[in-house]
T-cell receptor, first 106, second 124 residues
Framework: DVQMTQSPSSVSASVGDRVTITCRASQVIYSWLAWYQHKPGRAPKLLIYGASTLQWGVPSRFSGGRSGTDFTLTISDLQPEDFAIYYC?????????FGPGTQVDI | QITLKESGPTLVKPTQTLTLTCTFSGFSLSTSGVGVGWIRQPPGKALEWLADISWDDVKHYSPSLENRLTITKDTSKNLVVLTMTNIDPVDTATYYCSKTTLFGSGSHYYFDYWGLGTLVTASS
């Protein structure tokens, strides 16, 4: 199975900050990676797929990048509604696997 | 508008079989490239992919749970059913169903719409 790790596990930030979350795959997954946002009591939401393609309707302050097996999710100009847990997920091979999550707190 | 809703028992006794239903609207499971997947999250733990079923009835299962899971669909009723046999307390989790969109083939899909999830507790 492809192991996904994320760092940091949590980050405290303020409105207007720029936050970058890193996800690392244990083997090559090309660009088969997605990022999800999850708020308590809400359905998880797909933000980015293909490592860098923004899902429709997602604000442009979210962006994704890839360097080898390292992936990043950057939130520029953090907004109050962005405080949530963020997960990465690989879709290169079965079984699909998720990272442990990064909590973005105020 | 695409919506999915999970339903099923909130409490299941060990060794019993868990049956979860995902009822959806806003898309059809007869559309090429569309599927439904199940994911669970034990309290305080990571998300775990369980199974998926596609528009052409292709099914995939998590290798670690394959012998306990069955996924089926009823396209006319817009629902997908996941059964898990021989429930154990470690199966306590929030279970989510999700619409998937396939990019190419095989595992190359993403979970683009999710339900709110349903908490299932496995306990005697």
């Amino acid at each position: 199975d492809v192991q996904m790790t994320q760092s940091p596990s949590s980050v405290s930030a303020s409105v207007g900050d720029r936050v970058t979350i890193t996800c690392r795959a244990s083997q090559v997954i090309y660009s088969w990676l997605a990022w999800y946002q999850h708020k308590p009591g809400r359905a998880p939401k797909l933000l980015i797929y293909g490592a860098s393609t923004l899902q429709w309707g997602v604000p442009s302050r979210f962006s994704g990048g890839r360097s080898g097996t390292d992936f990043t999710l950057t939130i520029s100009d953090l907004q109050p509604e962005d405080f949530a847990i963020y997960y990465c997920q690989q879709a290169n091979s079965f079984p699909h696997t998720f990272g442990p999550g990064t909590q973005v707190d105020i | 508008q695409i919506t999915l809703k999970e339903s099923g028992p909130t409490l299941v006794k060990p060794t019993q079989t868990l049956t979860l239903t995902c009822t959806f609207s806003g898309f059809s499971l007869s559309t090429s490239g569309v599927g439904v997947g199940w994911i669970r999250q034990p309290p305080g733990k990571a998300l775990e992919w369980l199974a998926d079923i596609s528009w052409d009835d292709v099914k995939h299962y998590s290798p670690s749970l394959e012998n306990r899971l069955t996924i089926t669909k009823d396209t006319s009723k817009n629902l997908v059913v996941l059964t898990m046999t021989n429930i154990d307390p470690v199966d306590t989790a929030t279970y989510y169903c999700s619409k998937t969109t396939l990019f190419g083939s095989g595992s190359h899909y993403y979970f683009d719409y999710w339900g709110l999830g349903t908490l299932v507790t496995a306990s005697s």
